[in-house]
């Protein structure tokens, strides 16, 4: 009966209701009480959603802009890698969704179900629909367990079949790091696109690193077995990540795609991508297993995607080719540069200021994204070769010194600074990447040769 007396009493009061929504630091919308129409509507809470949504809320004011995203929790996925090899606890790169939705923004806790880009609308997964002037949309892409024959039940039963592409499954790489003694060690890289391809050769780099460190290396042999024809797609950090592979032993097995995981007979099954019916087999102590990615289902069946089921927009401005009120950004649109959190940075400022532009009635194409992209190479524990590069696949580094060498202080600053400028500014929409520090610093070039 009290609680029956005070939940009344609350929502009699504005001012009490106003006041816990402050306190939270957020503006929440059930589907049931979202606004018939918003200026703007942010599809997907993650990094690229989050940066945005702050953009604009402060241009725009409160709850004119809304966030649909269906999750509870918000995920540093940057951080998986560190915490697979022991780096980092996963759990410091888990954050409550609530906590992070931009004050002022009305945050719909639904999934978007059907687009209708001729009408401005969006219809979630309870039949309400959500109306706009403009959308951004920023849902990344899926993980797909189940991508690969036998995977699953091998996670399940097999603690030695391991993957760090969630926060729950992360947890069990480490372990089974530390519990191999010998035998094949074998990392996968699947069918791209995937998010941040770089990431399971640097899982890799570090579990060979804890072999040699606790006199485990001589025991077996350490397997990559990539799906593309080149341990990296850039020539620069390829031609030096091979000099790692050579120097440590690793078996690099190119054109090889896992079809199937056998884990009552510990083996993975390959095929051969450059032999048509070739499959052949390897015995596994330890296998890491990067799953494919793709779309989400409501994205692949919308009218804005292209053939391949990702978002279609302009390269170079982000807007999107059919709809000129719908952009794109990060891990679910066609931008043909690799899917990482630093090209979401990128990427932020120049759909930033078109987007504004267009609302503002000005050239929604004024700036341009060259493809920037970014991925710290880690080698081993204290050690990484930063990549940086464009959408021709031509070194675009920031430092004034050869990035293509391992060095310390690249390794900290994965591990301890882009963590700390993750969360105080590149959710906050106060990060559009290093452009302009770039241009100040490369005013220097010590050793770039």
């Known amino acids: 009966m009290i609680a029956e007396v005070k939940l009344l009493n609350l929502k009699r009061s504005k ?19 979202a606004k018939d129409n918003y200026k703007l509507v942010v599809v997907g ?3 690229a959603g989050l940066n945005i949504s702050s953009r604009f809320v402060r241009k725009l004011g409160k709850n004119n802009v809304a966030i649909i995203e269906p999750s509870d929790w918000h995920l540093y996925q940057p951080g998986w890698t560190l915490a697979a090899g022991g780096v980092k606890n996963p759990d410091s790169f888990r954050r409550a969704q609530s906590k992070m939705i931009p004050r002022g923004v009305d945050w719909i806790k639904s999934k978007a179900s059907v687009f209708e880009p001729e009408s401005n609308s969006i219809t979630l997964d309870n039949g309400e629909k959500v109306k706009y002037d403009y959308l951004v949309m920023a849902t990344g892409i899926r993980i797909d367990f189940d991508g690969i024959k036998g995977l699953k039940e091998a ?9 760090m592409y ?25 069918k791209v696109p995937i998010k941040c391809p770089g ?37 620069k950090y390829a031609e030096a990540l091979m000099e790692v592979v050579e120097k440590r032993n690793i078996k690099l097995n190119t054109l090889t795609h ?38 989400y289902d409501e994205i692949k069946n919308s009218p804005l995607v292209d053939q391949t089921g990702y978002v279609d ?8 080719k059919k709809y000129p009120n719908v952009f794109g950004i990060g891990d679910c649109t066609n931008l043909p540069t690799s899917k990482t959190a630093a090209a979401i940075a990128a990427e932020s400022s120049v759909l930033a200021t078109n987007l504004s532009n267009l609302m503002k009635g ?23 070769i930063l990549a940086e590069f464009d959408y021709d696949g031509q070194p675009l580094e920031t430092f004034p010194i050869n990035q293509g060498k391992e060095r310390r202080t690249m390794f900290h600053l994965k591990s301890d600074f882009m963590p700390f400028l993750y969360w105080t500014a590149f959710v906050r929409g106060y990060w559009g990447g290093p452009g302009i520090y770039r241009k100040i610093l490369n005013i220097f070039s010590f050793g770039k040769n």
Do not use: W
């Not at 209701?17 to 306190?23: A, D, T, Y």
């Not at 050769?201 to 060979?208: D, G, H, N, P």
């Not at 004024?366 to 050690?383: F, H, M, N, V, W």
């Open 15 to 33: 001012f009490l209701l106003n006041n816990v929504i402050l306190l939270r630091n957020i503006s929440m919308s059930s589907a049931n009480n």
């Open 45 to 47: 809470g993650g990094s």
């Open 155 to 163: 996670m399940a039963n097999d603690e030695q079949v391991v993957s």
């Open 166 to 190: 969630s926060h729950e499954t992360v947890k069990n790489v480490f372990p089974a790091i530390q519990r191999y003694k010998g035998g094949n060690a074998i990392f996968t890289f699947p």
């Open 199 to 235: 990431a399971p050769q640097k899982v890799m780099y570090l579990a060979e690193d804890y072999f040699r460190k606790n006199g485990l290396r001589d025991k077996g042999d350490v397997y990559y077995c990539t799906t593309i024809p080149a341990i990296f797609g850039v020539k």
């Open 258 to 295: 896992l079809i199937e995981v056998d884990y009552k007979n510990k083996q993975a099954v390959f095929e051969k991508l450059d032999q048509s019916g070739t499959i052949f087999r390897l015995d596994y102590s330890l296998l890491h297993v990067c799953p494919p990615m793709k779309p």
């Open 313 to 320: 927009l302009d390269k170079y401005t982000l807007q999107h």
């Open 362 to 384: 000005k050239d929604p194409t004024q700036a341009k994204y060259d493809g920037y992209t970014s991925c710290p190479l880690i080698t081993g524990y204290g050690r990484t």
